[in-house]
């Protein structure tokens, strides 16, 4: 759905959620399993049971991970997803979905822990990519700088590519770590191979995809620190990060990616 259409579903939806006002309401099970009642959820939906699809959706979205944690990223990819989706057929969906965003961004500026406030950036940013409103990503991290800087810095990588996205590579540069991102790039990058290769002897089931996505990951991030490190003219600090890199791993993709960035340029996603 494309973002002019969401603002007018959601406008149109005021009227048919005051209209569904007084009606009965799904109500979880005594013992609710989230995996459960999101599948139940899109039953419902597949079905044109609309209003409790809805109403499941929200419940998963507040409580999944209370029952079970490992729901988590199900919680910001797939389940949103869904949800999203809903909206497209079921206008109050996507009402209950942006004012789901914003109480994400409220949390972010007034939690007291920064670790509340990367919970609800990260449902924010989630929310908002949705939306196709990355710029309010930056946004929201701007007025968060002004606000709360330790909190700032910790929810700083989940902004990242949108301050990126929106030219602030002096933010960027307040917040990269330089060096020391490096170093603990390094450092995780090396621990999850590691681990991989010991469950792959444990189990005799090889991890190729996990593997090449943990390839990805490193390679985009180290190539990203040393664009953003010359981009503010940090040029013999992005020479360092750059040799680290390049000795932690052998990589022909990696050393390529490295010299394009310290050329400037910022790898393609």
Not at 64 to 86: D, H, I, P
Not at 256 to 266: M, S
Request: proline share 4%; charged share 30%.
């Amino acid at each position: 759905m494309k973002k002019a259409d969401a603002c007018r579903v959601i406008a149109v939806a005021a009227t048919l959620i005051a209209s569904s006002v007084g009606k009965a309401e799904w109500q979880p099970p005594e013992n609710p399993s989230p995996s459960q009642i999101l599948q139940e959820a899109r039953t419902d939906a597949s079905a044109g049971r609309s209003e409790d699809a809805l109403a499941k959706y929200l419940w998963y979205h507040d409580n999944a991970v209370k029952y079970n944690r490992s729901q988590g990223s199900v919680r910001r990819s797939f389940a949103l997803a869904y949800w999203y989706e809903l909206g497209a057929i079921y206008p109050p969906a996507l009402v209950k979905f942006s004012e789901a965003r914003d109480k994400a961004r409220k949390r972010v500026l007034e939690s007291e822990h920064p670790q509340q406030a990367w919970d609800a950036f990260a449902d924010f940013k989630a929310m908002s990519k949705k939306l196709e409103e990355e710029k309010a990503i930056a946004e929201l991290f701007l007025e968060l700088r002004d606000k709360n800087d330790k909190h700032a810095k910790k929810v700083y990588h989940l902004a990242q590519p949108a301050l990126i996205d929106a030219g602030r590579f002096d933010i960027c540069g307040e917040y990269l770590g330089g060096e020391n991102a490096i170093n603990g790039e390094i450092d995780r990058f090396k621990h999850t191979m590691k681990f991989v290769q010991q469950a792959e002897k444990r189990d005799g089931r090889p991890s190729r995809s996990f593997v090449a996505s943990v390839e990805r990951t490193f390679r985009r991030r180290a190539a990203t620190t040393v664009a953003i490190l010359v981009k503010n003219g940090n040029i013999d600090e992005a020479k360092i990060v750059s040799q680290r890199a390049h000795d932690a791993w052998d990589d022909k993709q990696l050393h390529e990616l490295l010299e394009d960035a310290l050329a400037g340029n910022l790898p393609k996603e």
